[in-house]
Each structure stands twice: as C-alpha cells, then as structure tokens.
C-alpha cells in the first residue's frame, strides 16, 4: 500500500487563505490511523493537517482545543481527500509541472511578490516550498475533478430564478445574509426505522445541551457529521439567502440572532443551525472604471518575453507616455484596444479573480505591475472608483449564482457520500 500525505496548512498558506506560524518542531511517533482502499494514511500527515486548526481554536477561542474530536474530524477530510485523488488518478487527471508553475506565479503575482520572493515567505514560515508546491498540485487536481463529476452537471432554469425571487420577495429577504453555524447528525442513505429514531434521539439531546448552554462549535467539533464544517467548529460563514438549503433558508429568515433551531430532517439526516448574525438591505457595490493592455502568451511568446514587454510598456507611461495609444498599438485585447484598453464601469464578480485581485489592490492613476492571468499578462490602471446600488440589477445574477452554488454543494455531499459508500476504509484511530 502507498503511503499517503497531504498538506492542507501548506496549500491554504500557499493560495492565502490562511497564514499559521510555524509550530517547534516535535517528535511524532507514526503509525497508521487510515487505511482508504490500497493507500494508507499515517499519524504523521494527520498531526500536520491538525495543527492549523489547532492554532486556530487557540486563537478564536482562548482555551484548549478538543484535540481528540479534532483528529475525529481532520482525518475524516484526509480520508475524503485520499478518495477524490484515488478517483483522479484512475480517469486521468493531472496537473502537469508547466501549469503548477504558472499558477504558483499567478499566486506569487498577486500578492505582489516576485516568485522568489514567494519562496522565501514560505520557508520563513517553516514550511517546505516542495511540500507546498505538491499540496497545491492535489488542490487543483480535486477543483478539476470536481468540476467534472458535479459543476460541469449543474444547470438553473429560468423558471427556477423566478421561483426563488418571488419567494425572497415575499419574505422580504432577497438581499439578506446569514452567518450560521451548523451540526449535522446524518443517516444513512436507507435507513431503518430504529436508525432514524436513534438519530432523531442524538439530536435532540444535543440541541438540549446547547439550550442548557453547551459552547455551540464545541458541539460540532464532537459530533457533527458534516466534516468540512465540523473542524471549523460547524461555521457555514456568511451565506445568502439562496445558497441555504431550502429546508433551513425557510426557518432562518424568521430567527433570531443568537437563537437555535432544530433539529430538522431531510434525507440526509437530522439539522441544527444557530443564526450568529445577519445582514442586508441594497446592494451597494464598489464599481471600478479602468483599462489595461493585454499581452497573450503562444508558441512565439512565452511568459517572461510577455512580462519584459509589459515592464517596458509600464516604464513608459510612468515616464509619461500616453496608456492610451500605447494600448491601442499594443494590446492584444481586440474588443478594448481600440478604445485605449478601456473597460468602463465593472461591478465585483465581472472580471476573472486573478484580475480583480490586482485591480481592488491598486490606488487610482497608478499602474500596476504586469501581472498573469488565464487570458495573458497584464498591465492595469484604475481610472475612477464609484458607489452605485446594484440592487435591481443584480437580484437575477445573484438568484442564478445562490441556486448554483446551493446545488453544487448538495450534488457534491451526494457524490462525495456515495464515493465514500463504495471504497474500503479502515479508521484504526477509532480503535487507539
């Protein structure tokens, strides 16, 4: 059997979702905690996923972590991990070196950093580049999965856009957003009816524990059953109205904060929610006015040709040359070139990330340095930043995007379960 490692801290510290201090190196005495269909996983990849959420309960709560019922969880998404990239191995997708590569820059670019640079912040956080750059590798390699088996399949009608408005509209809630956190008690896909009582009765101890006064994300962290929340101590975030599951968008948006609610059933078992805060009213939102040159990279142009060319156009516009006409001679943008690489009025969601990033980052008049993403490298100016309420406008895009990211999410839980359903696992950590 192989043995497997992933490296969730590294790959979060890596495309900057979290930032964790290098903990003292200590002697971790391994063994198997996992065995997932011919891979193992060992005691020492699960110690690294932990201690990020360790750190992180330290911080948000000023106690202890539960570590035990951590592990619990931790493992659980390591095994769910090791399932997705068996999958991926076996129907052909990868990530070649050249595209790692591209995206680490991309990563580096966007923060500002040389790659270098990028390097070296890395290490100083006692973190191997290698390590990282590998986590990185599984990272896009599930999203590429992922988006083969559930997103690719996911479709919205018309008819379903239109449902979803009238029924905000009628609750008054078309804008609102919701901070949940959230414990699962699941059942399984046929269950008895003595399994469903004997949920339906774990449930309901538990909610009674919270009304007695039980920490909430302590709760999850022990018992829940929805593991990439559970480790977060069950927090969903901020969630608009449609991306909840339409069993709880219904109770929500007539709780209120600070109350608990459940437990709730579906077919996937028993729910419990407390609604940590909202927010809404008009969509407000930052519109930015700006233009940019393009160069595209192919067989004639690789990357740092496309990047020398850009500093030298970017030196000349500092030094005082006209972005406009240098635009117009130069970018590869055939439907803004013509228009000096203008790009009007654009709302937040408009442009590709790697785009938006460098943008929301830049002063107005100044020019940023060239930068990649999936279209070229560029170089970008903010002309101009407004407020414009977007409400009216917006209502269908945002009803369109709830409902897809709300079906993704419970495709993906179906898939996930089902995959997890058919592999042989061995937990050996329930049995120490």
């Known amino acids: 059997m192989k043995k497997l490692s992933s490296s969730f801290a590294l790959c979060c510290l890596l495309i900057g979702n979290l930032s964790v201090p290098a903990a003292a190196e200590t002697e971790v005495l391994d063994y198997i905690v996992a065995v997932v269909n011919d891979d193992v996983i060992v005691n020492t990849a699960l110690q690294q996923e932990l201690r ?26 390591l095994i769910m991990t090791t399932l997705q990239l068996q999958l991926a191995e076996r129907i052909g997708i990868k990530v070649e070196d050249s595209e790692l590569n591209d995206k680490i820059r991309q990563i ?53 856009i239109e449902t979803f408005l009238a029924n905000q509209k009628q609750q008054g809630t078309v804008s609102n957003e919701y901070h949940l956190w959230y414990i699962l008690i ?6 008895s009816p ?37 480790v977060e101590g069950g927090d969903l975030g901020w969630l608009k109205a449609g991306e909840i599951r339409p069993l709880l968008s219904e109770i ?20 419990i929610i407390k609604l940590v805060d909202k927010r809404g009213g008009k969509s407000i939102v930052t519109q930015t006015k700006v233009r940019h040159i393009l160069i595209q990279t192919n067989e004639l142009v690789s990357d740092s040709e496309a990047q020398i060319r850009l500093e030298r156009l970017r030196e000349r516009i500092v030094q005082g040359d006209d972005f406009v006409e240098l635009a117009r001679a130069h970018s590869d943008d055939v439907t803004t070139a013509a228009n000096g690489g203008l ?43 407004r407020k414009h309420d977007n409400t009216k406008q917006a209502l269908r895009t945002q009803a369109e995007l709830q409902i897809s ?28």
């Open 252 to 271: 929500v948006s007539n709780m209120a904060v600070g109350e608990v609610r459940g437990p709730l059933r579906d077919s996937r078992g028993f729910h």
């Open 194 to 230: 003595e399994d469903i009582e004997a949920k339906q009765r774990k449930a309901e101890e538990v909610l009674a524990k919270l009304k007695q006064g039980a920490n909430f994300q302590a709760m999850a962290v022990e018992v829940s059953d929805h593991h990439p929340t559970a």
């Open 405 to 432: 990211q709300r079906k993704i999410k419970e495709e993906s839980e179906v898939w996930l379960r089902k995959l997890r359903e058919e592999a042989y696992i061995e937990d050996r950590l329930k049995k120490l």
């Open 52 to 77: 990020p959420f360790l750190e992180e309960w330290r911080k948000r709560t000023g106690r202890e972590p539960p570590r035990r019922n951590l592990e619990k969880q931790v493992l659980e998404n």
């Open 108 to 160: 580096a670019a966007q923060k500002q950093m040389d790659l270098q640079t990028f390097r070296n912040r890395l290490e100083k956080e006692g973190y191997s580049y290698e390590l990282a750059r590998e986590a990185l590798r599984k990272s896009l390699i599930i999203k590429r999965l992922q988006r083969r088996k559930v997103v690719n399949r996911i479709t919205v009608t018309t008819s379903e």
């Open 343 to 385: 790009l009007d009025w654009l709302s937040p969601g408009n442009l590709v990330p790697e785009f938006e990033d460098v943008m929301d980052s830049l002063p107005e008049n100044k020019i940023s340095k060239p930068f990649k993403s999936r279209y070229g490298w560029h170089i970008l100016q903010v002309l101009e930043r």
């Open 186 to 191: 699941a059942m399984s896909e046929a269950p």
